[in-house]
């Protein structure tokens, strides 16, 4: 199994703070199955803003620690970024921060806040410059709570959806586990992953009856699929084929979502 989101990395952000803890992540997730991690330590302005060969350096040095205690995992370099308007400086700058160098970039929006139009004129911006979109655990977002058909209407720019494992074990509230079984039923997850941010009881100790969970929403193949094989795609930068909504069936002009990305870009820009 392939952990597609996790703060495993030592001292990047509010993950791990040690290579020991990493290392006993590792092994912890090794001993429930898993032979691959998305490292996502979070990005955004202000609060945890790292160098991309810090986080090479440290993807190294935990393969080095996993290889020297014979643990059967590999870790690959990834993160978590937070959507605002930073984002255009790093897109500029060619800076984005993609998983495993592919173009798949997994994001997360601030759980309690409406999706602002501007979020939207960055999807279409950054889909249109070739980047797969994976939004991170949109069952823990209120405003899909509040209106889940929202999600529905984001196929739109071709999003994927990652959800949380614990999300199942309702390790976030009720709002966000039903949220998250009902996302199953409609088969619009595309990845999974634990979002651990330590060893031991929470969101890593819930691992093993969520798994169970997901067992009896999505059945062998799907647990195959969310697990292996769409994660293993992403890794290897191949496109995912799910099902989207176009733009023109909802009625929405493209062009015009690009003019007004433009508009904020060049009034960041003065
Ligand atoms: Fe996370």
Known sequence: MIDFHCHILPDMDDGSPSMDESLEMARQLALMGFSAILATPHLME????????????????LNAACRQAELPVTVYPGAELLLSPWVLDLLSAGKLPTLNKSSYLLFEIPLTQPLTEFCEELFFRLRTQGYELVLAHPERCLT??????????LRKYELLYQLNLSSLTGHFG?????????????????????????????????????????????????MDLLLEKNPLKALNNERINVEFISPEKDGEKPGHKVSLLD????RRRR
Do not use: C
């Open 46 to 61: 202000d609060y945890f803003v790292w160098q991309e060969d810090i986080l090479e350096e440290k993807v190294e040095q």
């Open 144 to 153: 899909f709570q509040e209106e889940p058909r929202k999600l529905l209407d």
């Open 174 to 222: 009720e709002n966000s586990r039903k949220l998250a079984i009902d996302l199953l039923k409609q088969n619009l997850i595309t990845f999974i992953g634990s979002d651990a941010h330590h060893s031991g009881e929470g969101r890593m100790g819930d691992i093993p009856s969520a798994l169970e969970i997901l067992r009896r929403y999505a059945g062998k193949d799907g």
């Open 263 to 266: 508009k904020i870009f060049k």
